[in-house]
């Protein structure tokens, strides 16, 4: 008995197709004041900071953690204000590594800011992996051409005899 061969859809975009659609759109008028949203991103990555174990750590945590990394004071009042929305001031770009780093690479921020950037980030490992998926889809596709091709040779050939 023969093995039926799963037919492969290519209608169904690809992550990489998905991701270029989201890039190309151009952003409407104020949709890119992201500050509540940062805010409460940051809000939440502190919500959800640990350790190397793997161990809640708190907000005076974080800004100790913060204040080693960058060698300058990062005091907790810094830290709520940079999460309060009725606060005026932001957390500094040029912090957001440290900020990571701190709260055991929690990246909603990150999301936040790369998101409304047209921007996707990855860690390493998953880059990577997004990689090889990428190569593993233009493979299937390059498969399937020759496929096709190996037909269409094949029906040219039987005619002409």
Request: hydrophobic residues 35%.
């Amino acid at each position: 008995m023969t093995k039926k061969h799963k037919k492969l859809s290519y209608d169904q975009p690809s992550l990489f197709d998905a991701i270029k659609e989201l890039t190309n759109t151009n952003p409407a008028n104020g949709s890119l004041s992201i500050e509540k949203e940062f805010k409460s991103a940051l809000s939440d990555d502190l919500s959800h900071a640990c350790d190397e174990l793997g161990r809640e750590i708190s907000r005076a945590q974080v800004a100790a953690r913060m204040t080693d990394y960058l060698g300058e004071e990062i005091s907790l009042s810094t830290i709520n204000n940079w999460t309060a929305l009725s606060h005026p001031h932001s957390m500094p770009a040029d912090h957001l590594p440290a900020f990571v780093r701190a709260t055991g690479g929690q990246r909603r921020a990150v999301e936040v800011l790369s998101k409304h950037s047209g921007l996707f980030m990855l860690p390493g490992p998953d880059a990577l992996r997004a990689e090889i998926q990428h190569f593993d889809e233009m493979m299937r596709e390059a498969k399937a051409e020759i496929q096709v091709r190996r037909f269409h040779l094949k029906e040219i050939e039987r005619r002409q005899k």
